[in-house]
């Protein structure tokens, strides 16, 4: 098992890894859209979604992988409504290669995020 922490995506607040590798896979922990470097949310679903997919983006790259290794996600809405607007954005970030996916809306998000996006990557 290897523990994977990447500097260029949000520290972690708990006692939690941004991702594991084991097995062949790599396993990332939830994103919210939290700018690491100015250490608070970006505003808006859509920025917000294009931060989550950064920030795991550089957790893959510390990796050794990417977003065109994910099998699997899962995208927590605060707000169904929200939907397709964070689809939209999403399906930038995955053009021919489309995971599978489960999106749905939860009571309530870490720090007020408005989505929160896990991933599931093959190495």
Do not use: W
């Not at 922490?5 to 896979?25: C, H, L, R, T």
């Not at 994103?31 to 505003?43: H, K, N, S, T, W």
């Not at 169904?80 to 930038?92: P, R």
């Amino acid at each position: 098992m290897n523990y994977i922490q990447s500097d260029k995506a949000p520290k972690v607040v708990g006692p939690y890894s941004q991702a594991i590798e084991a097995n062949g896979f790599i396993f990332c922990s939830g994103q919210i859209g939290i700018d690491p470097e100015a250490g608070a949310l970006v505003e808006g679903i859509e920025n917000q979604t294009k931060q989550v997919l950064n920030n795991l983006k550089h957790v893959l790259e510390q990796a050794g992988s990417g977003l065109e290794n994910v099998v699997k996600s899962t995208v927590y809405l605060s707000d169904i409504s929200d939907y397709f607007k964070m689809n939209e954005i999403y399906g930038q970030y995955f053009t021919d290669h489309k995971p599978a996916r489960a999106a749905f809306a939860v009571a309530g998000l870490p720090l007020g995020a408005l989505v929160e996006i896990e991933v599931i990557v093959v190495k």
